[in-house]
């Protein structure tokens, strides 16, 4: 993969407060225009020790849902009754709410907020005080029959949702893709269901009809077909290269499904980031590639994982502080092995019949350790599992029923030693004989410490970290885009007319025969919250790096152009302190073909924090807006 290189800027602290907050206050920081004897430039990190300013507090945050014997939800409970222990340790309970949500009829609030021609965010509306319930239809886990049944079972249940529940869907094939975002409207959300991309399968299915032995029951392997040759050393020395192939095979589809699948979970967390309280994330899968949650009884519950150890504790440190419960439904509902059906009276077994039985013990195990994978995961996250039922729609309700009647409670834990070690969490209500969901634990990482695993733009990585990067997969058109900041960003054309040439420090695909002239300028103008980005401390000054990053898509999803910049604050206290008081505004040029249908994707990435925001823009919508050269008077610091 070619290197991405963006221009890098250095804020010095001497001159930030003359140039940077009037410009904040005034009109946009450029990178082309700002003067370099004010801001040179520089990339070099610093090596101090640091402490963020800018984070939350270490307040634990627990959705508790309470069921009687019953199964039925249980309400009006007050803080007293809870028990709230850490490591066997009692915690002090400081805040205390009860959630009911109260189904009424459709709910304008979910509406999103209507801008200017030009003007787009990635606010995400709220919904008041019921949690957000996610459909994720798992295609890259689930045998293509039982994909099918599963949008009719999802389809019954939205005929008869109750008037007012919001729910949005995403698919997971290859990657994650929105198919309808939060509505109450179920005629959306059934024609989400039916769009081609609701129905692609991916290439990567290891049991693509469902049969629980990696292919159809009875069904040859080439080394089968070997071993049906004859039993010549050499045939069985094939044999066993075959077979050592197809494991490998099979191997590598797994780990690449539990990949995606781990990519997929850390999106969904960050898409969801902004919205406040719960959120149930109802998962329809064939089976659960990995177990999300790492192994709370070793020291290092991470261990296990390998190469994948950081981005394990990212997605599940992301999934705690979203607030997400999973609820993993089994597409396949009730199910047998058919290793002994009629389907099953392949050339396999007549060849020896002993292999059916290891099948069918295959099968059983495989079964059993899903099964296991989607009760603990429901269990450690608050949420419930769904196996052995082909009520599917039922389920939905329920989880939703589950999930909508909580009890949120907060305590700052009495451990204040941050070393990285797994806490486990008890509550408990005492003298009652009901069932609690709740997470079940967390890592208790330094707050403090700056975050590692893709906290540095892309040009600073090798390149086999920068494929991996959260700005990399960030940045995948059509992908959910990420609400951790939030930002507004202005698109402009800045001229009526065709240009022969790309802007200088724009990167054409060369690759891509639509990178061509002649192309229009377009001016992209950020808006965010200085308080979104994150500050570290030494030496007497306080240290921000973020990065402005625009990608232009075609229309078939090839990379056409990309643009990026980082930039580097180091502020003095009283210049911080003013730096928070104003918007921080950013501008970047880029070049779009002028023919065809394109895409504009737009990023802010807090490199401290390791947060990032995005906004997807059809170029379509902007192209026939009036010039920035038309404006009268253009905006100060342009």
């Known amino acids: 993969m070619k290197m991405f290189c963006r221009s890098s800027l250095r804020i010095n602290t001497n001159v930030s407060a003359i140039l940077l907050l009037a410009l904040l206050t005034g009109g946009v920081l450029s990178a082309q225009e700002t003067p370099q004897q004010a801001i040179p430039t520089g990339t070099t990190q610093n090596d101090h020790p640091a402490y963020t300013l800018h984070t939350s507090t270490n307040l634990v945050i627990l959705d508790v849902v309470v069921s009687s014997p019953n199964g039925h939800p249980v309400h009006d409970l007050q803080a007293k009754d809870f028990v709230v222990s850490e490591d066997g340790r009692p915690q002090q309970v400081r805040n205390f709410q009860q959630h009911a949500m109260p189904v009424t009829g459709h709910d304008d609030s979910m509406a999103p907020p209507k801008l200017a021609p030009g003007l787009f965010t990635n606010f995400t509306t709220s919904h008041g005080d019921g949690p957000a319930n996610v459909l994720l239809l798992d295609m890259l886990n689930t045998p293509l029959r039982d994909q099918t049944y599963a949008r009719q079972q999802i389809q019954d249940y939205l005929n008869h949702a109750p008037d007012g529940t919001q729910v949005a869907i995403f698919g997971l094939s290859n990657r994650l893709a929105i198919l309808q975002g939060f509505t109450s409207d179920t005629r959306l959300l059934k024609a989400a269901l039916s769009r081609k991309n609701a129905t692609k399968g991916s290439s990567l299915l290891n049991d693509p009809l469902g049969g629980g032995t990696g292919g159809g029951p009875g069904e040859s392997s080439v080394s089968d077909a070997l071993a049906d040759m004859g039993t010549t050393p050499d045939i069985l020395e094939a044999v066993a290269n075959a077979q050592q192939f197809e494991a490998e095979s099979e191997t590598y589809q797994f780990q690449q499904r539990a990949q995606i699948t781990l990519d997929a979970l850390n999106e969904l967390a960050r898409y969801l980031a902004n919205i406040p309280g719960r959120k149930n994330l109802i998962w329809f899968s064939g089976s659960l590639p990995i177990n999300i949650l790492p192994n709370g009884n070793t020291n290092n519950g991470f261990a296990s994982m390998g190469n994948w150890e950081a981005e394990f504790r990212e997605t599940t440190d992301l999934l705690v502080r979203s607030q997400v419960s999973l609820y993993p439904i089994d597409s396949r509902g009730l199910t047998n092995s058919s290793v002994y059906s009629a389907a099953g009276s392949g050339r396999k077994y007549a060849r020896d019949p002993t292999i059916a039985g290891k099948d069918e013990a295959k099968f059983d195990a495989q079964r059993a350790g899903e099964n296991d994978t989607m009760l603990q995961t429901a269990h450690d996250t608050g949420g419930r599992a769904f196996i052995n039922t082909n009520g599917l729609s039922a389920a939905v309700a329920e989880a939703i029923e589950h999930g909508s009647s909580y009890y949120t409670l907060t305590y700052l834990p009495a451990n204040k030693n941050w070393d990285g070690l797994y806490r486990k969490i008890e509550v408990a209500v005492p003298g009652k004989n009901y069932t609690l969901s709740y997470r079940r634990g967390y890592y208790a990482d330094d707050p403090s410490t700056p975050a590692s695993l893709s906290s540095h733009g892309v040009a600073a990585m090798p390149e086999d970290a920068a494929a991996k990067s959260l700005i990399t997969r960030t940045m995948v058109r059509g992908s959910p885009v990420p609400t951790q900041i939030i930002f507004t960003v202005r698109v402009r054309p800045e001229t009526g007319t065709a240009e022969s040439e790309a802007l200088a420090g724009n990167e054409l695909a060369a690759a891509n025969p639509e990178a061509r002239p002649p192309f229009t300028h377009y001016a992209v103008d950020f808006a965010l919250n200085a308080r979104d980005i994150s500050f570290s401390q030494s030496n007497g000054l306080l240290h921000g790096a973020f990065e402005f990053v625009i990608f232009v898509y075609d229309a078939n999803g090839a990379l056409v152009n990309r643009v990026g910049s980082t930039l580097h604050a180091d502020l003095k206290p009283a210049v911080y302190m003013d730096f928070l008081h104003h918007p921080l505004s950013y501008n970047q040029d880029i070049s779009v073909p002028r ?40 905006p100060s610091g342009r």
Do not use: I
Request: proline residues 10%; glycine residues 4%; hydrophobic residues 40%.
């Open 595 to 634: 023919k065809g249908d394109y895409f504009l994707r737009v990023a802010v990435h807090d490199l401290n924090s390791d947060r990032v925001g995005a906004v997807e823009v059809p170029v379509d919508s902007v192209k026939n807006l009036p010039p920035l050269s038309a404006d009268t008077s253009p």
